[in-house]
């Protein structure tokens, strides 16, 4: 899915993937313009606040992944990497991203 990197600086700004399971299918929506900290590493956790109804859940990051010059932002709670590339995931995008060594 892309190269693990321990951390990372942002826009302060990122795309919430929130998706579910429903049984026979998969669904997935996405919510822009989510306040992110300007630095996140793995094992970080934050409070994210997304949709035209604001909802607030607490976001602990498991893993962050270098794909195509974005970060994606892998929750506690998903298996990932491990699971297959054409699953869905809930996932924190930030685009543009930059690894810090």
């Given at each position: 899915?892309?190269?693990?990197?321990?951390?990372?600086t942002t826009s302060?700004?990122?795309?919430?993937k929130l998706c579910?399971?429903?049984?026979?299918?998969?669904?997935?929506?996405?919510?822009?313009?989510?306040?992110?900290?300007?630095?996140?590493?793995?094992?970080?956790?934050?409070?994210?606040?997304?949709?035209?109804?604001?909802?607030?859940?607490?976001f602990r990051v498991?893993?962050?992944?270098?794909?195509?010059?974005?970060?994606?932002?892998?929750?506690?709670?998903?298996?990932?990497?491990?699971?297959?590339?054409?699953?869905?995931?809930?996932?924190?995008?930030?685009?543009?991203?930059?690894?810090?060594?």
């Amino acid at each position: 899915m892309g190269q693990s990197v321990s951390l990372v600086t942002t826009s302060g700004s990122a795309t919430f993937k929130l998706c579910r399971n429903w049984v026979f299918t998969h669904t997935c929506r996405e919510y822009g313009n989510v306040p992110v900290p300007a630095r996140i590493a793995a094992g970080d956790s934050f409070e994210i606040t997304f949709g035209s109804n604001p909802k607030t859940m607490w976001f602990r990051v498991k893993a962050v992944l270098l794909q195509d010059g974005r970060c994606l932002l892998i929750p506690k709670h998903e298996d990932m990497p491990a699971k297959g590339e054409d699953e869905p995931v809930d996932m924190l995008i930030v685009d543009p991203c930059r690894v810090l060594r």
